[in-house]
T-cell receptor
Framework: AQTVTQSQPEMSVQEAETVTLSCTYD???????LFWYKQPPSRQMILVIR??????QNATENRFSVNFQKAAKSFSLKISDSQLGDAAMYFC?????????FGKGTMLLVSP | EAQVTQNPRYLITVTGKKLTVTCSQN?????MSWYRQDPGLGLRQIYY???????DKGDVPEGYKVSRKEKRNFPLILESPSPNQTSLYFC???????????FGSGTRLTVV
């Protein structure tokens, strides 16, 4: 079974600054995907970015990018030019055959 | 618009009174799943379905039932709710694990 660990319960960043959220995982599979989801105060779960393990190139979506280190089983999320609207809980997630395994989440606080 | 629709968004009920939370998706996804989200415990899978008439237990199935009579619908049934089922519930669907999961808006259930 896969496990996903987010070691930062809470992170703070100022507007326009850059922040990196950490995630490590454990799996015996060689080909897989990884996701970052955002959960704002509205509670909606929003897919932020996805990474395919067989692709060496790190995924990028506008201000969001990942640092995927397959050998280290690390999948961190970098948010550049942080905005107030980025304040949310962020979950790292690993899709298995029948379930999506989530980390416990990192609460991101953004200050003006 | 491609979406997963959950109803109701909020529900307060009494112990033992049967209830159903509905979930419908318009993306022709084969895979659907229910999660509950609790503080400190993260998101845990209740039940999932790989296709019509195919359902299976997740990590925390006790006290819940599901059915998948049509591809688009996957209701969650609590036959005799108890206070420990007070939680935030999410329905999700996916074309395949690697494409990411689309989540409903969540149902905040309180059992008194």
């Amino acid at each position: 079974a896969q496990t996903v660990t987010q070691s930062q319960p809470e992170m703070s960043v100022q507007e326009a600054e850059t922040v990196t959220l950490s995630c490590t995982y454990d799996t015996s599979e060689s080909d897989y995907y990884l996701f970052w989801y955002k959960q704002p105060p509205s509670r909606q779960m929003i897919l932020v970015i996805r990474q395919e393990a067989y692709k060496q190139q790190n995924a990028t979506e506008n201000r969001f990018s990942v640092n995927f280190q397959k050998a280290a089983k690390s999948f961190s999320l970098k948010i550049s030019d942080s905005q107030l609207g980025d304040a949310a809980m962020y979950f790292c997630a690993f899709p298995g055959y029948s379930t999506l395994t989530f980390g416990k989440g990192t609460m991101l606080l953004v200050s003006p | 618009e491609a979406q997963v629709t959950q109803n109701p968004r909020y529900l307060i009920t009494v112990t033992g009174k049967k209830l159903t939370v509905t979930c419908s998706q318009n993306m022709n996804h084969e895979y659907m799943s229910w999660y509950r989200q609790d503080p400190g415990l993260g998101l845990r899978q209740i039940y999932y379905s790989m296709n019509v008439e195919v359902t299976d237990k997740g990590d925390v199935p006790e006290g819940y039932k599901v059915s998948r009579k049509e591809k688009r619908n996957f209701p969650l049934i609590l036959e005799s709710p108890s206070p420990n089922q007070t939680s935030l519930y999410f329905c999700a669907s996916s074309l395949s694990g690697g494409h990411g999961y689309t989540f409903g808006s969540g149902t905040r259930l309180t059992v008194v």
